[in-house]
Nanobody, 122 residues
Framework: QVQLVESGGGLVQAGGSLRLSCAAS????????MGWFRQAPGKEREFVAL????????RYADSVKGRFTISSENAKNTVYLQMNSLKSEDTGVYYC???????????????WGQGTQVTVSS
């Protein structure tokens, strides 16, 4: 059983920054992928970024490239999402999820956190 706990969300003005954290506990392997997803009210959950624990392979959605950075601190089993130059359209609940493959498809991830709210005011 894997547990994922997100933190770091909040209210920020457009142009500001936030850093989200996702702490993982339980049994998983270092070659898994950790993804960040977000869901705005009335919209489907969408891919934001992913990282491989072992090889630091990363991938980003086009909408966040150049503004968001995903990183991992393996000793702490924690993945971060540094979000800069935030826009109102970045508002939503942000989830981290654990999966076996580097995919942007939410259904391919088998463990999810409870989510953390990010609100960007314009």
């Amino acid at each position: 059983q894997v547990q994922l706990v997100e933190s770091g969300g909040g209210l920020v003005q457009a142009g500001g920054s936030l850093r989200l954290s996702c702490a993982a506990s339980g049994r998983f392997f270092s070659d898994y992928y950790m993804g960040w997803f977000r869901q705005a009210p009335g919209k489907e959950r969408e891919f934001v970024a992913l990282i491989n624990w072992s090889y630091a392979i990363t991938r980003y959605a086009d909408s966040v490239k150049g503004r968001f950075t995903i990183s991992s601190e393996n000793a702490k089993n924690t993945v971060y999402l540094q979000m800069n130059s935030l826009k109102s359209e970045d508002t939503g609940v942000y989830y981290c999820a654990l999966g076996f493959v580097p995919t942007a498809t939410p259904a391919s991830y088998h463990d999810w956190g409870q989510g953390t709210q990010v609100t960007v005011s314009s």
